[in-house]
């Protein structure tokens, strides 16, 4: 997959979400031919399981911590090729930035899309040495479905444990205007019929929100949301540091005042942005 063979996505939720997608994809256009990047390697058979990953211009370096980044559309749409418009200011670090692609709905409901992403962050545990990468120090980040899709990774032991990869594999986690608990709180702009769409089963419900797999936790978050982002996200990521917050783990929480949910994402683009500033730092340490 890549910009010229994307098939056909159905159409955005959101009016804002189409001149996102237009605005993020022609400045990843760009960042493709400008950074050392590697795009299109699979980590499964479905057209959907790909990976890019984006390098330091500088070549032979080795220890190389990792952010991988999963794009939203709430479940049904997006692509990898959204996110790299990121990668600048990430692998200046230095450190690798690697965008996922994985299954949408309504083709795939869950757990396909968090099993996709936690396919992903095997490949990267298993191969990324091979790029410069510190299969030690791998991050794990999502704006909107897919800041949703990370904290769950990072979270559901037994996605971790089937694929034996270690519990703490994710060094920090950054969802950004995610979505944490499917039961209830998301009959606005998220709507019940998405997250229904998303889901097989109703009874899933409880399995896809990671707000009731935080118990014990001890992996670093951050989590950023706009201070006019979509109404119900915002209860949504002040309800998810609460209970972060009364585990081991560090939690930061950060509110973008005048931040809209598409700008949570699209200002993320420089390394002096104040959201790329804190994750520069968690991952240096």
């Known amino acids: 997959m890549s910009f010229e063979d994307l098939p056909p996505l159905p159409p955005l939720i959101h009016e804002a979400a189409n001149g996102y997608a237009r605005r993020v994809s022609a400045i990843s256009r760009r960042v493709q031919k400008e950074e050392r990047c590697v795009l299109d390697v699979p980590f499964g058979a479905d057209y959907w399981q790909k990976i890019d990953i984006y390098l330091p211009r500088r070549e032979g370096l080795s220890g190389l911590p990792v952010l991988l980044f999963l794009h939203g559309g709430a479940w049904r749409n997006g692509c990898k090729e959204w996110m790299g418009f990121m990668a600048p200011g990430i692998v200046t670090l230095p450190a690798i930035f690697v965008s996922v692609s994985y299954r949408l709905a309504p083709a795939a409901r869950h757990p396909a899309q968090a099993e996709d992403c936690a396919d992903a962050l095997a490949w990267v545990y298993n191969h990324i040495a091979r790029y410069g990468g510190d299969p030690t120090r791998l991050f794990y980040g999502g704006h909107s479905s897919g800041g949703h899709l990370?904290?769950?990774?990072?979270?559901?032991?037994?996605?971790k444990r089937s694929r034996k990869l270690p519990q703490d594999?994710?060094?920090?986690?950054?969802?950004?205007?995610?979505?944490?608990?499917?039961?209830?709180?998301?009959?606005?702009?998220?709507?019940?019929?998405?997250?229904?769409?998303?889901?097989?089963?109703?009874?899933?419900?409880?399995?896809?929100?990671?707000?009731?797999?935080?118990?014990?936790?001890?992996?670093?978050?951050?989590?950023?949301?706009?201070?006019?982002?979509?109404?119900?996200?915002?209860?949504?990521?002040?309800?998810?540091?609460?209970s972060?917050?009364?585990?081991?783990?560090?939690?930061?929480?950060?509110?973008?005042?005048?931040?809209?949910?598409?700008?949570?994402?699209?200002?993320?683009?420089?390394e002096d942005h104040e959201w790329i500033k804190i994750v520069r730092k968690w991952m240096s340490r």
């Open 244 to 270: 972060l917050r009364e585990q081991p783990g560090e939690v930061l929480v950060r509110e973008f005042a005048g931040y809209d949910h598409f700008a949570t994402s699209e200002r993320c683009d420089r």
């Open 150 to 159: 990370c904290a769950l990774v990072a979270l559901h032991e037994g996605l």
């Open 169 to 242: 594999v994710v060094k920090a986690c950054f969802p950004v205007s995610g979505i944490f608990d499917l039961r209830s709180g998301i009959e606005g702009a998220v709507g019940r019929d998405l997250v229904d769409s998303f889901l097989a089963d109703p009874a899933q419900a409880a399995d896809a929100s990671p707000i009731l797999h935080v118990r014990g936790n001890r992996i670093p978050f951050y989590i950023a949301y706009g201070g006019n982002d979509l109404p119900e996200l915002v209860p949504q990521s002040k309800s998810m540091a609460r």
